[in-house]
């Protein structure tokens, strides 16, 4: 099954960080993780419709490595894969280049 977001809304997949899995030694159980604000977009819609009728087209593609914000979008499960929808504007950036680590 596929799926194409409609408009100016994106299908994003949460990349997990392998390095933040054991802190000082102890290893994090799942349940106590903050969901990664990192993801890969896997589908985009037309782009956001103007009132003019005009459409925008989108910034984002498949493939990029985006930032988004902690409640950002709406979390669906399609076939057992767990994704989110969200609006374009919800991004706050792609990430491109080498790895990007943030500041504490």
């Known amino acids: 099954m596929s799926i194409k ?3 100016d809304r994106i ?3 949460r990349l997990d960080n392998p390095e ?3 802190r000082g030694g102890i290893v994090i159980p799942e349940t106590a993780k903050e969901k990664p604000q990192e993801g890969e977009v896997i589908a985009v819609g037309d782009g956001k419709v103007a009132d003019s009728g005009q459409v925008i087209p ?4 498949p493939g990029d490595r985006i930032l988004f914000g902690k409640y ?3 979390e669906v ?3 057992d894969e767990e994704y989110m929808i969200m609006r374009e504007d919800e991004v706050l950036g792609i990430l491109t280049g080498k790895k990007v680590k943030a500041g504490k």
Do not use: T
Request: proline letters at 5%; aromatic letters at 0%; a neutral charge.
């Open 11 to 13: 299908l994003v997949k």
């Open 77 to 79: 499960k399609i076939e």
């Open 20 to 22: 933040e899995d054991i």
């Open 5 to 7: 977001p409609l408009h």
């Open 72 to 74: 950002s979008g709406s």
């Open 58 to 61: 989108m910034a984002v593609k």
